[in-house]
C-alpha cells in the first residue's frame, strides 16, 4: 500500500531534551516536507527536500533540523525542544515538486513539550 | 509567509445542501490546490487546478480559479454528513518557484443529518 508513515504518532517530551520524528515514503517520492499545525494558523511548511541531500528552509525552520540521506526518509530533528514547538507534525511527500503535484501526507505526529 | 486565505472560517449547512467555500492568494501562483482534514488527521488531497485553467471537476467537487481576481472557489454539491472537514487550499511559494507549498488556515464544515 502506498502510504507516509511517521513516528511516533504521539509523544510527550521536556524542555532540551532531543527528540526525532521520523518520515518515510514507499512510493519513489524525490519531494518531501515537514510541516506544523497550530491552531488558528494552519499548516506552516518546516522545511523541505527536492532529492536526496538536497533540503531547503520553509517558513518556519527554526529550532528544527532535517536531512535527506535516502530517498525514503526525511527525519525531523529538534535538538533542544522548546514548549512552543508543542504542535501537530506532518510529513508528506510528492513525486515533483511541492506545487506542481498532489502531496501524499502522514497521519501526523502529536508532539507536547514540557 | 501566508498566501491562501479561506473564507468563510467556518460554515454549518444540512445535509444535501451545496457549501461554497473560498480561498484568496496575494500574488501570483502556478498552481492552486484544495484539501480536506478530517478531524486532527493527515490531510487528503481533493484537486489541483493551473493557472491557465478555469474550472476543474472532480465528482461533487467543482473548483473554479480567477487568476484576475487571485481567487479560487471549492463548492460541494449534495452534501453528506461524511463531507464534514476542514478544508484547505494551497498555493505555490510567492517567490515565482513551485518549491513551496503555503496553506491557507482553512474552512471547517459541518454538514447536519
Known amino acids: 500500500e502506498a502510504q507516509v508513515t511517521q513516528n511516533p504518532r504521539y509523544l510527550i517530551t521536556v524542555t532540551g531534551k532531543k527528540l526525532t520524528v521520523t518520515c518515510s515514503q514507499n512510493m519513489n517520492h524525490e519531494y518531501m516536507s515537514w510541516y506544523r499545525q497550530d491552531p488558528g494558523l494552519g499548516l506552516r511548511q518546516i522545511y523541505y527536500s527536492m532529492n536526496v541531500e538536497v533540503t531547503d528552509k520553509g517558513d518556519v525552520p527554526e529550532g528544527y533540523k532535517v536531512s535527506r540521506k535516502e530517498k525514503r526518509n526525511f527525519p525531523l530533528i529538534l535538538e533542544s525542544p522548546s514548549p512552543n514547538q508543542t504542535s501537530l507534525y506532518f510529513c508528506?511527500?510528492?513525486?515533483?515538486?511541492?506545487?506542481?503535484?498532489?502531496?501524499?501526507f502522514g497521519p501526523g505526529t502529536r508532539l507536547l513539550v514540557l | 509567509s501566508q498566501q491562501g486565505e479561506e473564507d468563510p472560517q467556518a460554515l454549518s449547512i444540512q445535509e444535501g445542501e451545496n457549501a461554497t467555500m473560498n480561498c484568496s492568494y496575494k500574488t501570483s501562483i502556478n498552481n492552486l490546490q484544495w484539501y480536506r482534514q478530517n478531524s486532527g488527521r493527515g490531510l487528503v488531497h481533493l484537486i489541483l487546478?493551473?493557472?491557465?485553467?478555469r474550472e476543474k471537476h472532480s465528482g461533487r467537487l467543482r473548483v473554479t480559479l480567477d487568476t484576475s481576481k487571485k481567487s479560487s472557489s471549492l463548492l460541494i454539491t449534495a452534501s453528506r454528513a461524511a463531507d464534514t472537514a476542514s478544508y484547505f487550499c494551497a498555493t505555490d511559494g510567492d517567490q515565482g518557484g513551485s518549491e513551496k507549498l503555503v496553506f491557507g488556515k482553512g474552512t471547517k464544515l459541518t454538514v447536519n443529518p
Open positions: 487546478i493551473r493557472s491557465n485553467e
Open positions: 508528506a511527500s510528492s513525486l515533483g515538486t511541492g506545487g506542481q503535484e498532489t502531496q501524499y
